[in-house]
């Protein structure tokens, strides 16, 4: 069984800095892209920032120049730095990560969300 563990939400000013974390544990073989997307009330959920098992990167345009994505191969995690937080960067965070399980099967995940608020 494979599991995605987020952390690092919370309440922040606007202005101000969060950086969240990601997990990847149990039967794996490798990870190819990992992710971060988020969701707002009544909005769809919307891709924030991803990035390839050799480092490349690929942000939305409305978190450009402020959040940054890396990862960590040997931990399995992947962070997003986020800096200058805005109201509307207001949402539950999602980490997605592309397994390859150690049966071979290649497959979706998502964590369970974390919650990031931007209010003064």
């Known amino acids: 069984q494979v599991q995605l563990v987020e952390s690092g939400g919370g309440l922040v000013q606007p202005g101000g800095s969060l950086r969240l974390s990601c997990a990847a544990s149990?039967?794996?073989?490798?990870?190819?892209?990992m992710g971060w997307y988020r969701q707002a009330p009544g909005k769809e959920r919307e891709l924030v920032a991803t990035i390839t098992s050799g480092g490349y990167t690929n942000y939305a345009d409305s978190v450009k120049g402020r959040f940054t994505i890396s990862r960590v191969h040997a931990k399995k995690s992947v962070y997003l730095q986020m800096n200058s937080l805005k109201p509307e960067d207001t949402a539950v965070y999602y980490c997605?990560?592309?397994?390859?399980?150690?049966?071979?099967?290649?497959?979706?995940?998502w964590g369970q969300g974390t919650q990031v608020t931007v209010s003064s």
């Open positions: 149990g039967s794996i073989l490798s990870i190819n892209d």
């Open positions: 997605s990560a592309r397994i390859v399980k150690r049966s071979g099967l290649q497959a979706d995940y």
